[in-house]
Nanobody, 121 residues
Framework: QVQLVESGGDLVQPGGSLRLSCAASGSRFNIDEMGWYRQAPGEQRELVAVVTSGGSTNVAESVKDRFTVSRDNAKKMVFLQMNSLKPEDTGVYFC???????????????WGQGTQVTVSS
């Protein structure tokens, strides 16, 4: 079993910055893709940004000029640097990891509990 623990959510004023972190436990889990989704009140969960173990990224159009996703493969961590935050960025940000276990030909998806980001003056 893999656990994902997010941190870094906070209340910030419009135009401010935050850095989210997510750490994955589980030494036998090989993570292919790791990243961030968010969910605003009354809305569906949506992709923010993900990064593969090789460094390829997929970033939502609405944030691509303001947010940067990165990861530390050795530490099994993923980060989201969020700049120029807007009120519409408010929501719960969830960490997601997709990967497999050695010798098992199945892919597994794990989610964190989420961290609240509120952008308001």
């Amino acid at each position: 079993q893999v656990q994902l623990v997010e941190s870094g959510g906070d209340l910030v004023q419009p135009g401010g910055s935050l850095r989210l972190s997510c750490a994955a436990s589980g030494s036998r889990f090989n993570i292919d893709e790791m990243g961030w989704y968010r969910q605003a009140p009354g809305e569906q969960r949506e992709l923010v940004a993900v990064v593969t173990s090789g460094g390829s990224t997929n970033v939502a159009e609405s944030v691509k000029d303001r947010f940067t996703v990165s990861r530390d493969n050795a530490k099994k961590m993923v980060f989201l640097q969020m700049n120029s935050l807007k009120p519409e960025d408010t929501g719960v940000y969830f960490c997601k990891a997709v990967g497999s276990y050695s010798g098992i030909f199945s892919r597994y998806v794990y989610w964190g509990q989420g961290t609240q980001v509120t952008v308001s003056s």
